[in-house]
């Protein structure tokens, strides 16, 4: 999957990455042979219902899976050949907010509740191996927050002092204050009322583009999703099983799962929550056979419960990951 999408440069390339965690009851599979590539200068958007894998998903690619969980394969190289899961730990602090930064799930608590919010972000810098008198670091903070929309007053404020979508722009500023290439956004604004999550997700738009940075936002939100996002993925059981551009995937999906999300949205425009499907949720310890979603599927065979299907490119740019895909890809190769 690593041919250009709008004429856009490859920045990252995921291949066969696996998380597993250890539990009493066994191995789960919580990200199960990812493959993705993500374009410079994109906005991705990564959707799946819970325990779908999304957070320990951009979690890995921090190198932050913690016991019982551990990376058990895979690859995620940047354009220059640096694999993100092949670094050692001094490299991994190295790379942390200079080429990959995250706005955590929850952001809002992440913050030191006792020092004021300029006094994290120099703090944050001098770790990082900022260096600089005070004054300048000062007022590259208040930069910094005047580019994610708050007043330089808020430099000097501790977390309690402000609201909760201004927490969550501070947590923004102090995840672009080295100019990373890629920002991961975890459901960013799913604790923030409507109209500060559309501000919010506009103000993360603009930086976007003025950073010329790749973000992957994971949310629930297809309506705002779709807002956002110029590619979605979708994941399931920890398998990404289609990616495609937001109107492919909204107007025209290709597996049967997401064809099943997108019909229980209300319409595109209107906000639709990401709502479960019917049918019982799959266990990752007890994994069914063959592709993980037929028990569920309106359209499975039973060719679905012993093989498992790949992501294969169905339209340009369209990718699924179901054997009725295959088949017809399989009949039109030979
Ligand atoms: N500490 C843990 N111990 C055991 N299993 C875990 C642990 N953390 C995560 N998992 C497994 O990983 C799976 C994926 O979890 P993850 O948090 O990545 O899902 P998610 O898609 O981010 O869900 P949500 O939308 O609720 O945030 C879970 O279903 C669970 O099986
Ligand atoms: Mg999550």
């Not at 690593?2 to 539990?23: A, K, M, Q, W, Y």
């Amino acid at each position: 999957m690593s041919e250009s999408v709008n004429n856009r440069e490859p920045l990252l390339d995921i291949s066969g990455l696996e998380v597993h965690f250890e539990t009493r009851r066994g191995i789960a599979r919580a990200v199960n042979e990812v493959d993705l590539t993500l374009y410079k200068g994109e906005r991705f958007g990564l959707v799946g219902e819970s325990g779908s894998g999304k957070t320990t998903m951009i979690l890995a690619l921090l190198r932050m899976i913690k016991t019982p969980g551990f990376i058990a394969g895979g690859k995620a190289v940047f354009d220059d050949g640096t694999d993100l899961l092949a670094l050692n730990a001094e490299q991994v602090r190295q790379t942390r907010l200079k080429r990959v930064a995250m706005v955590p799930q929850g952001a809002m608590n992440s913050l030191n509740p006792v020092i004021r919010i300029g006094e994290q972000m120099m703090l944050t810098m001098r770790e990082h191996g900022e260096e600089g008198e005070r004054d300048e670091l000062m007022a590259r903070v208040v930069g910094l927050l005047e580019k994610v929309g708050l007043k330089p007053e808020a430099a000097s404020l501790y977390p309690h002092e402000l609201s909760g979508g201004m927490k969550q722009r501070a947590c923004i500023a102090q995840a672009i204050c080295l100019n990373p290439q890629l920002i991961l956004a975890d459901e960013p604004t799913s604790a923030l009322d409507v109209v500060v999550q559309r501000q919010i997700m506009q103000t993360l738009r603009q930086l976007q583009i003025g950073l010329d940075a790749t973000v992957l936002l994971v949310g629930h939100d297809m309506g705002l999703m779709a807002q956002f996002a110029e590619r979605v993925g979708i994941m399931y059981g920890g398998k990404l099983v289609e990616v495609g551009t937001v109107s492919d995937i909204f107007r025209n999906p290709q597996h049967p799962y997401t064809q099943l999300l997108i019909s229980s949205i209300p319409s595109f425009e209107t906000r639709g929550d990401f709502k479960g499907i019917p049918g019982v949720a799959l266990s990752l310890l007890d994994p069914p056979s063959g592709c993980l979603f037929h028990p569920r599927c309106p359209k499975a065979t039973d060719a679905c419960a012993q093989r498992e299907p790949t992501l294969k490119e169905v339209s340009p740019g369209q990718w699924a990951s179901c054997l009725l895909h295959e088949e017809e890809h399989d009949a039109t190769a030979s």
